[in-house]
Each structure stands twice: as C-alpha cells, then as structure tokens.
C-alpha cells in the first residue's frame, strides 16, 4: 500500500513545484488535444497555468508537496477562510496517474481542514479526467460553468474564461462536507 503525505512547500522546492504543475497540466491538454495541437507547436514557452498564476496561487494560499513512499508525485494549494476551502490547485505527476494518489491526496486536505464544511475547484472544460476525478472520486458537484456568456457576477478573468486556449470556459465544483 502507498503511503501518501502532504508536507508543506520548501522555498528551495518552489521552482520544482512550478515545472511539475505545469508539466502535469499540459500533459492532460495533451492527452486532450495531441501532441500536434495548435495549442502548443511553436509555443513551448506557453503553459496552460501560467508561471503568475501559479506563483499568485503559491503566495496567497497554503501550498503543499504530495509524496508517496517518500518520493515527490505532486503538490496542491489550498485556501481556508473559516469554514470554506478553495482547492487552488492539485496535480499529481503524470508517470503515477491511476493508482490512488490523487484521491488520497485529497482525503488527506480534508482530513488536514475538518473545520471546512464547504470545498470549491474550478477545472478546464477539457480536462476529463480532472472533472471525472472530483465528481466520481471525490464528491463534488459541478455547480456552475464559467464561459463568455455567464450571466454572474463572478469575473470571468480570474478563471481565464476569455483566453483563447479555453474558449468553453471552466467548470465550477463544490463538495458540501457532512
């Protein structure tokens, strides 16, 4: 059995935790669109989470790395204010997909947080795999999808909605925590 931990980020890991979020996130665009994509040929310096948002996220959130036996295979960020928690950001590296990480990952941010009774994520449209992971695997429900016509109030640029890389948007999670 893996054991998974989260401990918290290093500052002379923090260029690390960078690349392998972005890594693992154009990995899953990859797998979406190919490899031969207009989204990424003649672009390698372009990222699907940008190097601001991540350090934004980093800054103003609790960011932490995830191991299994010992070794890296991830990180996460996470926002607690009260009793809501925003789930920032959760990868996992691609080369250990499909064998629990992820989800014991996630159990360990909530077992880190019980006083959060309400949990929220957004995730690319594109991103099948994350949206059948936090649906099927670990109790959200899609509450919203974020695009160029949302009626809301919410800014849509925060979740890069107008970015021609997502023109259908994002989706908008929630798990209620009994």
């Known amino acids: 059995m ?15 935790f960078i690349k392998d979020n972005q890594e693992a996130f154009n990995y899953g665009a990859m ?38 036996d010992g070794k890296i295979v991830g990180g996460a960020v996470i926002k607690v204010s009260g ?7 959760l990868f996992i590296k691609p080369e250990v997909h499909s064998i629990g990480i992820g989800y ?6 909530e077992k880190l947080h019980p006083e959060v009774t309400v949990w929220e994520t957004v995730t690319p449209y594109f991103e099948t795999r994350n949206i ?8 959200f429900h899609i509450v919203e999808y974020l695009n160029k016509h949302h009626p809301g109030d919410m800014p849509l640029e925060e979740f890069e909605c107008d970015d021609p890389q997502f023109p259908a948007g994002m989706f908008r999670f929630e798990k209620q925590m009994k």
């Not at 009793?83 to 950001?89: H, N, Q, S, V």
């Not at 014991?104 to 941010?109: D, E, P, T, Y």
């Open 83 to 89: 009793t809501r928690g925003d789930l920032e950001l």
């Open 31 to 68: 797998v979406e669109f190919g490899l031969r994509d207009a989204h990424f040929e003649d672009k390698t310096d372009e990222q699907i989470i940008s190097r601001e948002t991540i350090e934004d996220c980093i800054a103003s959130g609790e960011a932490l790395r995830i191991t299994a």
């Open 104 to 109: 014991a990952a996630w159990c360990a941010i």
């Open 2 to 16: 893996t054991e998974v931990k989260l401990i918290p980020l290093e500052s002379s890991d923090r260029e690390q």
């Open 132 to 139: 059948h992971f936090y649906v099927n695997r670990c109790g």
